[in-house]
């Protein structure tokens, strides 16, 4: 094994024995399988994509956090996770939100992966490759929504209605799931253009 797979390899075994954990018993055994559908099929995405294009370790690690999150809704689904239920009672919210939190951090999260694919494989300039990659991440959440009414359709499960999509009675739920990832792009976007003024700012010094 060389060394520089040794980091990405260990948070994909982490990740599996995760994974594996919350299979024996979640909450909603067919909203886990809808959630997991694509948690499996972009996994395996990465895996047979490693040699060909292979993430920095920041990447690789924001990823992992991202899918932590994730199965953890699908374990309780989105609409039950019982820290942000706690919080909808206590602050008498109208809603657990933590499906938003989770798509503002898609935003954030995937911003670094996508501009840093956008540039090393794509070769855009630094500055295209911020746009491109927020561009891909309103595309991957505008594509996200549809996949989610479409398998909805498809099932016809009242379950899956209510705790897959977790709409939790707001018509504008997928437009506003759209909106907090793009404003989660918009920050990461930001925060890498902080990053090079700093950057060169100490190299200036």
């Known amino acids: 094994m060389r060394k520089k797979d040794i980091f990405p390899l260990s948070l994909l075994a982490i990740f599996i024995l995760f994974w594996l954990f919350s299979a024996i018993a979640p909450r909603y055994r067919e909203v886990w399988l809808a959630e997991n559908i694509l948690t499996i099929a972009f996994i395996l995405f990465l895996i047979i994509t490693y040699r060909t294009f292979r993430f920095s370790n920041w990447s690789y690690g924001l990823i992992f956090g991202f899918m932590l999150l994730h199965v953890l809704g699908s374990y309780y689904s989105y609409s039950e996770m019982p820290l942000f239920s706690y919080f909808k009672e206590l602050f008498m919210l109208s809603r657990n ?13 995937f911003f670094l992966p996508l501009q840093e694919f956008c540039r090393k494989k794509l070769h855009l300039s630094r500055g295209w490759s911020f746009l491109f990659a927020f561009m891909m991440i309103a595309a991957l959440k505008g594509m996200y929504e549809v996949l989610e009414y479409g398998w909805l359709l498809v099932t ?29 792009a918009g920050i990461g976007w930001l925060g890498m253009i902080v990053k090079d003024v700093q950057y060169k700012k100490r190299k200036r010094e």
Do not use: C, P, S, T
Not at 169 to 174: H, I, L, N, R, V
């Open 97 to 109: 939100h933590y499906d938003r939190l989770v798509h503002f951090l898609f935003g954030i999260i």
């Open 156 to 184: 016809k499960n009242e379950l899956i209605g209510m705790a897959y999509l977790g709409m939790q009675g707001d018509a504008w739920d997928a437009q506003k799931d759209i909106f907090w990832g793009l404003v989660g």
